[in-house]
């Protein structure tokens, strides 16, 4: 009885039904926006970065509005490991984050900026645009809006 009432509490807390944010370093990032029919939308951003957050509305209305194409975005945190868990998933939830986000195991900004792009200064929030199949690829340090990428991916799409 004891183990049936400590998985109902587990259960109700929502420590069971969460689901971990995966862990991927430049390389993998990299390796996932590789596809040659997709647009990749990535940022890198973080909770405790005010510009970040302002700009996350925004990803959610791209994700939307490119639902049913092959336009996949990705947020990618850069917050700090012991925040990871359950400081990010609660965020996440409070802030109605609808895109796919993952969390850069990377530490070394040295080693991971230059896999993502040589010209990153390393402020964020920064968003990288990339279609393999047309060898396109935009990085963008500081915010953008949901028009200024649509712009971008429109033309990809076309």
């Known amino acids: 009885m004891k183990s049936v009432l400590s998985f109902v509490l587990l259960l109700c807390t929502g420590f069971l039904s969460r689901a971990q944010i995966a862990h991927y370093s430049a390389e993998d990032i990299v390796r996932r926006c590789s596809s040659k029919d997709t647009v990749y939308i990535v940022n890198f951003w973080a909770t405790w970065c005010a510009p970040c957050v302002g700009e996350l509305p925004e990803f959610n209305r791209i994700k939307d509005k490119y639902a049913d194409k092959a336009v996949k975005v990705l947020l990618v945190s850069l917050d700090f490991p ?11 939830k409070r802030k109605n984050v609808t895109p796919e986000v993952v969390w850069l195991s990377d530490t070394n900004p040295n080693v991971f900026i230059p896999k993502i792009d040589n010209s990153w200064g390393g402020s964020i929030p920064a968003t990288v645009i990339v279609q393999s199949g047309k060898q396109f690829k935009k990085f963008i340090e500081g915010t953008v809006t949901e028009r200024e990428v649509s712009a971008i991916v429109k033309k990809l799409l076309d």
């Open 82 to 92: 012991a925040d990871n868990s359950y400081k990010l998933e609660g965020f996440l």
